[in-house]
């Protein structure tokens, strides 16, 4: 199976750090994906990891470890406009699908 | 600037009525996809084109049908079959990445 496994609904407090984990069950995939999409609107993209590490965006973070089957996506100084739900997505490497995961809602309070 | 439009945005259907939601691109990307989202699950793949007039059913396909007559258009019809047809449907291209269109919310009533 490809199971892909994120918390439904995490909180955090503004110009706070948050992580989110994305867990998997699945071999042969190419890359794994991270999309912010706000209420309503279409997924944009986050980051792209390949390779095992952490990659390094701005106030965004990823990081990947095949051999643990685990990501997360770690954002720094959160701001209010960073409420959204974030997916994590898993390009197969047999026919260049994404298999998603049901994501995870971020809330952020002042 | 490229990009993918999705149209209309938001869209009623009555009972055993066949609707058809609109996506064109201009990234002048080969392949093309729909999805469909539902509160608390992960985007579904319903249908895909790796090039024009070749299309591929996905996992939710039963109740959909798609035509790619045109690299730029890949539209999608939600037929009377397809039962719960209420979601936020979305459309994508593959370049390096995957691009979404801003999506359709098609409500039954």
């Known amino acids: 199976g490809q199971n892909i496994d994120q918390p439904t609904e995490m909180t955090a407090t503004e110009g706070a750090i948050v992580q989110i984990n994305c867990t998997y069950q699945?071999?042969?995939?190419?890359?794994l994906f991270w999309y912010q999409q706000h209420a309503g609107e279409a997924p944009t993209f986050l980051s792209y990891n390949v390779l095992d590490g952490l990659e390094e965006k701005g106030r965004f973070s990823s990081f990947l470890s095949r051999s643990k089957g685990y990501s997360y996506l770690l954002l720094k100084e959160l701001q209010m406009k960073d409420s959204a739900s974030y997916l994590c997505a898993l390009l197969m490497d047999s026919n260049y699908q994404l298999i998603w995961g049901a994501g995870t809602k971020l809330i952020i309070k002042p | 600037d490229g990009g993918i439009t999705q149209s209309p945005k938001y869209l009623f259907r009555k009972e055993g009525q066949n609707v058809t939601l609109s996506c064109e691109q201009n990234?002048?990307?080969?392949?093309m996809y729909w999805y469909r989202q539902d509160p608390g699950q992960g985007l579904r793949l319903i249908y895909y084109?790796?090039?024009?007039?070749?299309?591929q059913k996905g996992d939710i396909a039963e109740g959909y049908s798609v035509s790619r007559e045109k690299k730029e258009s890949f539209p999608l019809t939600v037929t009377s079959a397809q039962k719960n047809p209420t979601a936020f449907y979305l459309c994508?291209?593959?370049?390096?990445?995957?691009?979404f269109g801003s999506g359709t919310r098609l409500t039954v009533v």
């Open positions: 084109s790796q090039i024009v007039n070749d299309f």
């Open positions: 699945t071999s042969g995939f190419n890359g």
């Open positions: 990234l002048n990307h080969d392949a």
């Open positions: 994508a291209t593959r370049g390096y990445g995957y691009t």
